[in-house]
């Protein structure tokens, strides 16, 4: 099972009986059972219809609609019969400040691991990107079981992807050059990449933590906040830097998206992609996130990134129903 990307700007998406068909101008663009997919995300400006929209989501399919620019505008996800009970639970372990700290003291432990384990494997490869980083890193992820508050937290997590990202863009070996983490706009085809796929991992995972019946907005390292996905957030920092971080970095260092798959928008400069470039990267994404990462997994045989979000979250689940800890792991890149 995987998840369908429609990005044809003008697109229609229908349905005849169990299979989904997206159409565009009288030309059938696929036609597919609705049992392959897990998860639809219809990307700008594509039309559903409600015969659609019910059918997938009788058959438990995830549907996300987000923006050209990876901004997510609307969900539709089946819930579990005991969604008010897990969130219940959710909102008590929320509560209570120390375990609710020591949630988000875990999530920037793994975090951190992964991020030295995406530099160690561009270290392994033969890029020269910097070998006293992923020291540097160990050395926070030695501290952050002695921080007091998740405002010294996240100083520790600020830190950390500083020295992160430095030692990472020296593997950048494409037309592009690296002015720093921009996010709101993106001004640059490096930093556009990276929060759009940040966009559509976090979808991904609020997603699946509404399919478990766990409430998106309420997080631990991540404070809860109106609009904001707060625990979904939580969930993906182990996952950015080896699905995100290294896909984007792979796309353009192998000339997979060049400067003429990006375009200026708007008064405030804003990059995104074109939308022959916007079909490039969601078809790269989408073999990326169903690829192994490796076998440098910590425990067990290898599993796909896609396997190992939708197992995290299973664990989540588990630890707030059960009232049992959660603990995070790294992520192999």
């Known amino acids: ?49 409600a015969h659609a929209l019910t059918a997938m989501a009788e058959a438990g399919i995830r549907v996300t609609f987000v923006t050209r620019t990876g901004a997510p505008r609307a969900f539709v996800v089946p819930e579990s ?8 639970k959710q909102f008590a372990r929320l509560s209570q400040p120390a375990e609710s700290l020591t949630w988000a003291k875990a999530v920037v432990s793994a975090k951190i691991a992964s991020s030295v384990l995406a530099l160690e494997r561009y270290t ?15 050395g926070l992820g030695g501290v952050v079981g002695s921080a007091a508050s998740v405002a010294e937290l996240n100083g520790l997590e600020g830190t950390a992807a500083r020295i992160y990202f430095d030692a990472l863009m020296e593997a950048n070996k494409s037309a592009f050059k690296w002015q720093g983490r921009r996010r709101r706009p993106a001004t640059d085809p490096l930093n556009a990449l990276l929060s759009f796929g940040y966009t559509l991992l976090a979808g991904e995972l609020r997603g699946l933590v509404m399919s478990s019946g766990l409430e998106p907005g309420l997080g631990f390292l991540h404070a809860p906040d109106d609009g904001r996905p707060s625990l979904a957030l939580d969930l993906m920092e182990p996952f950015r830097a ?19 798959d990006f375009v200026t928008v708007g008064n405030e400069g804003e990059v995104r992609l ?47 129903r059960r009232e049992s800890p959660w603990v995070p792991e790294a992520v192999p890149a």
């Open 242 to 260: 080896p699905v995100v971080d290294r896909l984007t970095l792979t796309l353009v260092n192998r000339q997979r998206l060049a400067p003429r």
């Open 274 to 320: 074109t939308d022959e470039g916007l079909k490039r990267y969601l078809t790269a994404y989408e073999e990326w996130i169903e690829a192994e990462p490796g076998k440098n997994r910590p425990s067990g045989p290898p599993i796909n990134y896609r396997s190992a979000i939708r197992r995290e979250v299973a664990r989540l689940t588990t630890a707030i």
């Open 1 to 49: 099972m995987a998840v369908l990307y429609v990005a044809d700007q003008g697109a229609v998406v229908r349905k005849s009986g169990r299979r989904v068909l997206v159409e565009k101008s009288s030309e059938l663009l696929l036609d597919e059972p609705l049992a392959h997919f897990e998860g639809v995300v219809i990307v700008g400006q594509v039309q559903v219809t």
């Open 81 to 88: 019969a005991d969604a008010v009970t897990l969130r219940l």
């Open 124 to 138: 392994r490869n033969g890029d020269e990107v910097d070998s006293a980083a992923p020291d540097r890193l160990r």
